[in-house]
């Protein structure tokens, strides 16, 4: 079945610094790729996607590009704030799966003043 | 604002109890997800309704079991509570799934099973 891998955490890292959230994937088909955060006590906020392959989906200074060729949707920002602090999820829906997502772990990152 | 409205945001019960989670989707989606969020487990899909009907089905136990009414919010219900439910569950809606839309999710209610 379809699955996400993402690099473990937590990523600590200080204000300005460079953040790279590693996520690779598996599927059958040709899924539409996610990256969600998550703030503390909040719920699951989209933060950018890509629907086919060589797309970029970039928002709030983050980008991520979906490379077919070596199944990975990896997420960076070139100067992290400490307002970026929070919980990231990498994730698909394929095409035929009623829109539903699969999930990574996650990867709490903890940027630092 | 996700504009996706769960309810309660905390619930505290007992072993063996049941409970039943609240979920109003965003105005004029017909798509309804559930997704558990556990310490071991991660996030994971549950179940999907679609317009008051069933689409699809996750890692959901028995012991759980979902609807949409016709007014379109829907409920989880979770019986036979065990220690291990303890966790975070959350409602997505979505408009469609054609044309890649994005599931907007709600913040969440947060069991604690004792």
């Known amino acids: 079945g379809d699955s996400v891998t993402q690099m473990e955490g937590p990523v600590t890292l200080s204000e300005e610094a460079f953040l790279t959230i590693n996520c690779t994937y598996t599927a059958t088909g040709y899924p539409s790729l996610f990256w969600y955060v998550q703030y503390p006590g909040e719920g699951l906020q989209l933060l950018l996607k890509a629907t086919k392959a060589d797309d970029k989906g970039s928002n709030k200074g983050f980008e991520a590009t979906y490379r077919k060729e070596t199944t990975s949707f990896h997420l960076e920002k070139g100067s992290v704030q400490v307002s970026d602090s929070a919980v990231y999820f990498c994730a698909l829906s394929d095409r035929n799966s009623w829109g539903k997502l699969q999930f990574g772990a996650g990867t709490q990152v903890v940027v630092t003043p | 604002d996700s504009g996706v409205t769960q309810t309660p945001k905390h619930l505290i019960t007992a072993t063996g109890q049941r409970v039943t989670l609240r979920c109003s989707p965003r105005s004029g989606d017909l798509s309804v997800y559930w997704y558990q969020q556990s310490l071991d487990q991660g996030l994971q899909f549950l179940i999907q309704?679609?317009?008051?009907?069933?689409?699809a089905k996750g890692n959901i136990l028995e012991r759980f079991s979902a609807q949409q009414f016709p007014d379109l919010h829907s409920e989880l219900n979770l019986s036979s509570l065990e220690l291990g439910d303890s966790a975070l569950y959350f409602c997505?809606?979505?408009?469609?799934?054609?044309?890649?839309?994005?599931?907007?999710f709600g913040q969440g209610t947060r069991l604690t099973v004792v």
């Open positions: 309704y679609y317009n008051g009907e069933e689409r």
């Open positions: 997505a809606s979505m408009s469609s799934w054609e044309g890649r839309t994005e599931a907007f």
